[in-house]
């Protein structure tokens, strides 16, 4: 279900040229240990000001948004949730349009479901979003993840944490390396 799911998604916003990448559980399931996830993130290269373009998809998808008065809530929360009636399944779509999210989707790996063409975001970013987003899971998933794909980019992660963690005041860098000493 979740990937006829995707390769809908996929091809509309292909056929509507909006740059995208799948992230969260989706992603974390390519690069992972296997794990329930109820939903599918998108994370679209562009702002709210694609809004009514990202409805159309929606439409055509047969997605039910679940908020009213869309346009407030996405300005809010850069995030327009929406459900597959027939599966069950939670779809939100994060509007993005910073440097970064426009550097990591372009460096997203299109992955082959059947014969669709899915952009998921690269192993590095997925650690960066799950770092950032920092819930007990998505640590547990980043740890998964670099136990299971000891080859990846060091340098652009560390170059990433370090730019958030100086202009948010954070410390993903830390989280990071504890999570690396940890295996």
């Known amino acids: 279900m979740f ?24 992603a974390v399931l390519l690069y992972g240990e296997p794990r329930l996830t109820r939903d599918i993130d998108i994370t679209l290269g562009m702002g709210v000001k694609g809004l ?4 159309k998809i929606i439409k055509a998808i047969g997605l039910k948004i679940l908020i009213e008065k869309e346009k407030e809530f996405v300005e809010q929360n850069m995030v327009l949730p929406t459900l597959d009636k027939k599966s069950g399944l939670r779809v939100d779509f994060i509007f993005s349009f910073s440097p970064y999210e426009r550097q ?4 997203g790996k299109d992955i082959k479901l059947g014969s669709t063409l899915v952009k998921f975001a690269s192993l590095e ?3 960066i979003h799950k770092v950032i987003a920092g819930r007990a ?20 992660i560390k170059k990433w944490f370090k730019e958030f963690d100086q202009s948010l005041g954070e410390n993903f860098l830390k989280v990071f390396r504890e999570i690396k000493k940890g295996l």
């Open 3 to 26: 990937e006829r799911l995707l390769k809908k998604i996929a091809i509309q916003l292909k056929k509507g040229a909006i740059p995208y990448m799948v992230i969260g559980g989706q």
């Open 52 to 55: 009514d373009k990202i409805k």
């Open 104 to 107: 990591a989707i372009e460096r």
């Open 125 to 127: 970013d997925v650690v």
């Open 137 to 156: 899971r998505d640590l547990e998933d980043v740890r998964s993840i670099l136990l299971k794909n000891p080859k990846y980019n060091l340098n652009y």
